[in-house]
């Protein structure tokens, strides 16, 4: 019998682009699937355009506004699929994305495996797609070594790129939602810590819209830079158990550096909470080598305290 795979989108505000991530999903060649879309308190047309589409396959489901990472929870609760398989609302995925994987997972006969594929970016058509060529982009058997390289400059994954066998993410636990921003990388380090292998596909793609302004990244706001802090918390306690690997602790180090070297000295509480934790790796320090090497020297001469409080008067005088 088939394995099922449950495609799970969350919605919000979308009206110009679900209709596209539907029907990408819809025209799977791997046709034992279900579609479960959760609105997440839209205000413009996007839950009437989704309802359009119900159907036996296609299920349409509705909450008051609580965030992406609710939606993803309710859907995910929603599903009875084996496979999940997560969409944004604005991405696309390739005709032969869910089947080219579902290939592989029987392949290596493995609950513990989780499967990766391609992603590229594009604007208003697919035809303008740009392939991301990483070295990340191929199988580990050990899913720790493909976070050590992720973070080490080896690339990223993009939420759709993945297909998750439902008891690994059972045993992960939800997403989080107090997270607004890198709520992904947060959720998805969990699940590759219960890995016991990660499987690349090349033939499995999604296409990654950049042009919904609507969905980047909310700017420097106290609520996008909170998220992006305490998702790192989150991931380093996560890691918990493995922080003995001395890889880790500098690599944790030099993202809370990295946290600091783009956000610092815009909100004096998140300030002090992340040299906290900046001190806290501090064993191990390796400074990162995409922060500005002038950055790093300043520092190195005066100290954070300094520098953070410098920025912060800075950042008044510009309001």
Same mark, same amino acid.
């Given at each position: 019998?088939?394995? =099922? ?14 209709? &596209?991530?539907? &029907? ?9 699937? &279900? ?39 309710? !859907? ?6 084996? %496979? ?36 590229? =970016? ?35 994954? *993009? ?8 008891? %690994?993410? !059972? ?22 810590? =219960? ?5 690349? $596909? ?13 969905? %980047?990244? /909310?700017?420097?706001?106290? +609520?996008?830079?909170?998220? *992006? ?12 158990? +493995? ?10 180090? *030099? +993202? ?12 004096? +509480?998140?300030? /002090?909470?992340?040299? *906290? ?11 990162? $080598?995409? $922060? ?9 001469? $005066? ?17």
């Amino acid at each position: 019998m088939k394995v =099922k795979v449950s495609i799970l989108i969350p919605l919000y505000n979308a009206e110009a682009y679900i209709a &596209e991530a539907v &029907e990408s999903a819809l025209q799977q060649t791997y046709q034992n699937i &279900e579609i479960i879309i959760v609105d997440d308190g839209s205000t413009d047309n996007s839950l009437s355009i989704a309802r359009d589409y119900e159907s036996d396959k296609v299920k349409v489901f509705s909450q008051l506004n609580k965030g992406a990472s609710a939606a993803r929870n309710k !859907a995910f609760k929603l599903s009875s699929g084996e %496979l999940i398989q997560y969409l944004d609302a604005d991405d696309i995925l390739d005709t032969h994305k869910v089947e080219e994987q579902v290939k592989a997972f029987r392949d290596v006969q493995e609950q513990e495996a989780i499967i990766n594929g391609r992603w590229g =970016k594009y604007k208003e058509s697919i035809s303008t797609v740009k392939w991301e060529h990483q070295p990340i982009d191929r199988s580990y058997d050990i899913p720790l070594n493909w976070l050590l390289d992720s973070w080490n400059g080896g690339g990223m994954a *993009q939420t759709g790129v993945w297909l998750v066998p439902r008891r %690994l993410i !059972a045993e992960a636990g939800p997403w989080r939602e107090d997270l607004t921003l890198n709520d992904d990388g947060e959720f998805f380090t969990r699940v590759l810590i =219960k890995a016991q292998k990660i499987v690349f $596909v090349n033939k499995a793609k999604v296409f990654y819209r950049t042009d919904n302004y609507e969905s %980047l990244s /909310k700017g420097k706001s106290y +609520k996008a830079i909170k998220s *992006q802090l305490h998702s790192l918390i989150y991931i380093g306690e996560n890691l918990q158990e +493995k922080l003995y690997v001395q890889q880790l602790r500098e690599v944790m180090y *030099q +993202k809370m550096y990295n946290f600091l070297y783009l956000f610092g000295g815009a909100y004096p +509480k998140l300030d /002090k909470l992340a040299l *906290q934790y900046l001190e806290s790796y501090s064993s191990h320090k390796k400074e990162p $080598v995409l $922060v500005s090497f002038k950055f790093r020297i300043l520092v190195r001469l $005066v100290g954070w305290n300094w520098v953070l409080s410098i920025r912060s008067s800075l950042n008044r005088l510009l309001r």
